[in-house]
């Protein structure tokens, strides 16, 4: 209970404190603390949830349970970490005069905005509030992503205010679907939009209400998440924005989107008795996968391809979530966790070798090795741990993804392993020369934050080496969570 | 008695909404768009408030309200207010011609029927066409978002889509809980700032709203 008024008051209060602290070290330092604290809220939800199951806060209003309580933990530890790596980063952008110091307090302040919808939505009892807080959090980033007021960063925030502003509104038809169908079950008002009632009643719900509702959910949230065709908005914003929101973006706010689909699958899932649900998330799992493996050759802004490897990484969650089976589920979170974890610690690296280049575009960066140590070995570390290399933790979620996929949908496993294969040859296309080579003369040093960067890639070591024992118990009562329903 | 009435109402209600995203979709001129676009909000909140009275339920009248405000008079006049500020240019500027939008318009509709058709059949609600019309007329608003080449017109077209939501939520289920219905209202609130604040950074950026501009870099 204490630990969730923290989860929920600190990035709030810190927004607000920050929107009127123009002071760059100070600011700097409220965005860490009140970061830092979620992440210490997180881990006491985590142990409370661990030990007796779940939990309902503020007359269940709110709840958490082994599968939310994860991706808690998991936002605040990458909200933290990012928030390390955004200090000295910001600082340059300052001092290069990218931004000014009102741009730093809407950046920071934004950035806890954002924070805070992400809790919000994950801890949410109620569809309305889920959806509510994917836009609050769609709106922060679309003001992250014109900071730098470019020609290319207003483009890129329009487009993603637009395609994003719809796709949610198709979800939010979805809702009032679902609830067209829900509140001849549980009665007119907020019980019928509650997830631990619905939960309760799924087998009540009309299928072919639901199931419609499903294919706008899908469409809507599968928006966010960066499913193809909808994707076009996520490398534009990946790209114009500032790195540390392009990490956060990848890292976080796609996660959000993906979990909110889960929840609604589980639902339908109930409801409609068959896999219909589970069908359609593989579906545009799979073209997604293929679409981002191709799209990632032809990419010349090292951001950008980058962001199609997160559509791809998205593709593939999506895909093992809609298998559904428990081992998939577990594939599916480890590789949430591994994905957050490297992808965020790559943008990082991304942001100061671009800074460090003077320049985005991957023909331009060369020689990083050669040039700053840190930061190239940094950017190829990365690499070899997103494109699923052992010992790294991708290698092991992906082995899981392939077994469940084998065990349940085996002619999948074909296009699964094009769309890989493909994705790391268009990896590999491209890293090597910016690592390798000659140091360009235009090529200055920067101050590297490499410290988030190698904690985020031991841990995703670890998890690939052996995954702790409470975390794997933790992954099993949630995958067992979902299979099951959510009872 | 109320309840032959309470479908009247919706299913008049219903008629208006598609009548008036038609009739958005074939405007030619900037201020005749906005006019049917606040009629569009203004519509919507007598339906809701007709259904509030009819149905006793209290909650809605709150979002009556709030939609007669919001989406009935001050989204269009301030809307209004930045086309004369940034001497935007009048005519709306289609990609596609009327007509042709139009036709396309007509096969929506039969589209969403066609798709909600299973749903009507076993609703205990009254909602005949009211899904299959909120469909359309968020298919409708899609299509004005495509056809159109100015930032505020793709707006208006959003905002409309916003609408026939809204419209969908009364309709189809009585309103959905307040909390949700706050909650939209706000964010409609917020994202028209947003909107609003980008107006200003494109025109800045781009000395025009035309997104042909953007596109070209």
Redesign the interface.
Known sequence: MNWFTFLLGAPLVAALWLAFDAHPYRSAWVNKIAAALTFVASLGLAVQVLESGRIMVWDDWFFIDAFNVFLVALTAFVATTTAIFSGPYMRHELEIGKIDSGRLRLYHAMSQLFVFGMFLGQTSN????V??SL??AT?AT??LV?LY????S??A??KY??IC??GI??A??G???L??AS??VLG???A??TWTLLYASADKL?P??MS?AFVFLMVGYGTKVGLAPMHTWLPDAHAEGPTPVSAVLSGLLLNLALYSLVRCKMLVDVSTGTHFAGNLMMGFGLLSLLVAGFSLHKQHDIKRMFSFSSIEHMALMTFTFGIGTPVANFAAMLHMTTHSLVKSAIFFTVGHAAQAMGTQVMSNIRGLINHQPGIGWGLLIGTCAIAGFPPFGVFTSEFLIFSAALQSYPWTVIVLLLGLLIAVAGLFRFVPDMTYGEVPEYAKQVHANMLPVYIHFALALLLGISIPGFLAGWYHQAAALIAGGGV | MSQILLQQIITMGAALMLLISFALLAQKRMLSLLHWFALQGIVLAAVTALVAYTSD?TELYVSAAITLVLKGMLLPWVLWKIIRQMHVHREVEPLVNIPVTMLIAAALVVFSYQ??L??EH?S??I?RNT?AV??AN?LLG?LM?ITRKK?IT?VIG?LA??NS?FF??VG???G??L??EL??A??VL??SV??G??FY??RD??ESLD?NK??N?
Request: net charge negative; no cysteine.
């Open positions: 109620n569809l309305g509030i959806w509510l836009e609050i709106l679309v003001l014109s007021r470019t020609p290319g207003i483009a925030a329009w205010l637009i502003g719809v509104s198709l939010l038809f809702t009032a679907m609830y067209f509140s001849d007119h008002g907020d019928a939009l009309d072919t209400v419609l | 339920n798709v909600t299973p749903i076993l205990h609600l909602t899904i909120a469909m968020v899609m978002m930032a793709q959003f889509i916003e939501l969908a939520g189809a289920t009585y959905m809980p909390v949700a909650g939209v706000f964010d917020i994202a947003v909107f604040l980008f950074q494109i950026t781009f997104l953007m596109e870099k």
